[in-house]
């Protein structure tokens, strides 16, 4: 069974689990260092998300909101974005994500969740407004167990989501889905 700190991760990042502004005095840049890092400014603003989780054999069927905040790192190289989730039992977990741009051209983030759990890492390959989040592999029974999250730019302002894992590279099964909404910049 997928360790819940990790599935939690999975599905956190597909809700955008973003980011909140530099404590320091200085302010951050209107835009990244560089036009790859910058493709990462889709996500800057303050969102509000909508999911659902499904019943599989690595998650229950759950309702989840969340509330995230998404900004440049002081230096313009990082987006930072932070969250609180909500499940329907108003069970709520914070998440930090930072992003930045590999010299091969992926992405790569690195959550932190809830104070004192492990950080989970993972890529990010961008291709026009579809982002696919990789990451979370482990073997369960037996089984390679992979887990991947799909976002889709329906425009500037809406994001749809969709949170999948493989066994043994068989068929995506949906373990969650949904949208979130920019309410600000």
Not at 71 to 98: E, M, P, Y
Request: aromatic content about 12%; overall charge negative; proline content about 4%.
């Amino acid at each position: 069974m997928m360790p819940r700190s990790l599935l939690v991760a999975v599905f956190l990042c597909a809700i955008k689990l973003l980011a909140v502004s530099p404590n320091d005095a200085s302010p951050a840049p209107a835009h990244a260092a560089d036009p790859d890092t910058e493709k990462l400014g889709a996500f800057i603003g303050h969102w509000e998300s909508e999911g659902k989780m499904f019943e599989t054999a690595y998650s229950h069927a759950n309702q989840i909101t969340a509330t995230t905040n998404c900004t440049w790192s002081s230096n313009g190289r990082f987006l930072i974005c932070d969250q609180i989730n909500r499940d329907a039992k108003s069970v709520v977990h914070n998440q930090l994500t930072i992003y930045a741009h590999k010299k091969d051209g992926d992405y790569i983030y690195t959550s932190f969740q809830d104070a004192g759990e492990r950080p989970f890492t993972g890529t990010l390959k961008i291709d026009g407004n579809t982002w696919t989040y990789t990451g979370g592999e482990f073997e369960d029974k037996g089984k390679k167990i992979k887990f991947r999250t799909t976002n889709v730019f329906m425009s500037s302002n809406i994001d749809a989501f969709r949170v999948e894992y493989s066994e043994d590279g068989g068929p995506w099964k949906t373990t969650g889905e949904g949208t979130f909404h920019k309410v600000s910049n």
